[in-house]
């Protein structure tokens, strides 16, 4: 003892305190008193540099005591776990739709900065045969002036064959379209999704280059020779085109949200082609070649993201041509554009079984990387994020008042509030233009969370309900 008392005598007030804080915590965290129970230690301590003999007698420890000190650290440890879900939840959310755009738009300058530009023709000498494949259902209102838009496409008549299949279709569209001989009309009573509509027309398709559009969106006229000229490459089993959302001065959330939406997509798009690949086209516009055409199952909700993903797959590319674009309205309201973000949502899920071998980043490096990136995220963690970043913030600031933590959790509740207030407004038609873009990224994450539910309860049919659109100008 007087060996331990000497040591002790050495060491500064400082440290001695330091030490029996240490050695009361482990006594009351593992119960060690029987240890300690008639012990002295710290005897001669120096305290402020004045020499004192002081003797501590421990006696047995307190059980209050020991289960307030427990509560206390297993508190912190709570707090600590509260802290790490914030942070990977808000890199999660800040990556799927900020990070991961500039990221890519970094990686795309470092790759024009040492490796050599991909030199694409203009077209000219390049002009093989296409057929053009449009799917309409119950489109009378608008199919004769899709019609001429196909017309009046910039490429040689003698070399665009043109495909309508109306399967299913119950209005005027298949006599409309029957007037026109330069058509190839596909028509069946019966109607069993757009999915098998395009694997029946392309039994019909003889050229070695087919282009998908909708019927309720208008082309752009070089649209065909921008298309193509990227299959002068042959790496290039497919391109996408651009989609661009109509949206007027006085247009409801859904016209607002979606052309914004739609916008950013789009950059993406293009920074995803760039620096390797897009990851999945739009239907409203997309090519394959013939050769690379998979007839999707008729279960298959969204078989354009899924066709395309697949051609990647088998180690071609898809191409991205913003110069060759598809137009199409807004949805009428978001009742409708609700319609659309639950069926994308549920079909995103099966999407990922049916090319699950793309979670493997070892077998596709670049491919993964950017599947996982832009579009996954999005649809597994992010919605759930959210809600973790909004709890686990309420939960730091009750015991933690640290300014940021403080700061981020009301513009979180700003935030939700604005896009309660959005969701009001547009129902009652009132336009505060500043209100849709919060309510619509509430929207989209809400949409996941439905998909979702959908999606495990099989309610989701490829039969579709048509979601109205507004009227195009």
Not at 38 to 57: D, M, P
Not at 204 to 217: E, K, L, P
Not at 368 to 392: D, G, K, M, N
Not at 416 to 433: D, L, P, Q
Request: charged share 20%; glycine share 4%; hydrophobic share 45%.
């Amino acid at each position: 003892m007087c060996q331990r008392g000497s040591i002790l005598t050495k060491m500064t007030a400082k440290r001695s305190l330091r030490f029996f804080l240490i050695y009361y915590r482990l006594v009351c965290i593992y119960g060690f008193s029987d240890r300690i129970k008639s012990n002295n230690y710290f005897q001669n301590v120096k305290l402020f540099g004045l020499q004192s003999h002081v003797t501590i007698n421990f006696v047995p420890v307190n059980t209050i005591a020991c289960k307030f000190t427990f509560i206390v650290v297993k508190f912190t440890h709570r707090m600590t776990v509260f802290k790490v879900i914030f942070w990977f939840s808000l890199f999660i959310v800040f990556y799927s739709y900020i990070g991961y755009g500039i990221l890519i738009s970094v990686l795309v300058w470092l790759k024009r900065l040492f490796s050599r530009q991909r030199v694409i023709t203009d077209g000219s000498t390049f002009e093989p045969e296409v057929t053009i494949v449009v799917s309409a259902f119950n489109e009378e209102d608008f199919i004769e002036r899709k019609i001429q838009n196909t017309f009046e496409l910039n490429y040689l008549s003698s070399k665009l064959k043109v495909i309508f299949i109306t399967d299913g279709s119950t209005d005027n569209t298949p006599a409309l379209i029957k007037k026109y001989e330069r058509i190839e009309l596909l028509h069946e009573p019966q109607r069993r999704g757009k999915v098998a509509a395009m694997n029946r027309a392309m039994k019909f398709v003889n050229t070695q280059f087919v282009i998908f559009s909708d019927a309720n969106t208008l082309l752009n006229k070089d649209c065909v020779k921008e298309i193509i000229k990227h299959y002068a490459d042959p790496k290039v089993g497919g391109v996408a085109g651009e989609k661009k959302v109509i949206s007027s001065m006085d247009s409801n959330a859904a016209g607002v949200g979606e052309g914004l939406y739609w916008k950013y997509e789009s950059f993406l798009k293009k920074m995803d082609a760039a620096f390797y690949s897009v990851v999945g086209a739009a239907g409203e516009l997309f090519s394959v070649r013939k050769d690379l055409f998979e007839d999707a199952g008729e279960h298959v909700i969204i078989e354009d993201f899924v066709q395309s993903l697949k051609i990647c797959m088998k180690g071609f590319i898809i191409q991205y041509e913003p110069n060759a674009f598809a137009i199409e309205s807004s949805s009428a309201s978001m009742r409708d554009e609700q319609k659309r973000k639950v069926r994308i949502s549920a079909g995103a899920f099966q999407a990922m079984i049916i090319v699950k071998d793309l979670f493997n980043i070892f077998k596709y490096p670049v491919l993964s990387f950017q599947f996982i990136s832009h579009r996954i995220l999005r649809w597994t963690l992010c919605p759930v994020c959210l809600v973790f970043l909004f709890v686990s913030n309420l939960a730091i600031i009750i015991s933690d008042h640290n300014i940021f933590y403080v700061v981020f959790f009301w513009a979180q509740v700003i935030m939700y509030t604005v896009a309660i207030v959005g969701w009001i407004f547009a129902n009652r038609n009132i336009m505060v233009k500043v209100l849709y873009v919060p309510y619509y990224f509430l929207f989209m994450n809400i949409s996941v969370f439905m998909g979702f539910s959908r999606f495990l309860k099989k309610k989701q049919s490829v039969i579709w309900e048509k979601a109205s659109r507004a009227k195009m100008e």
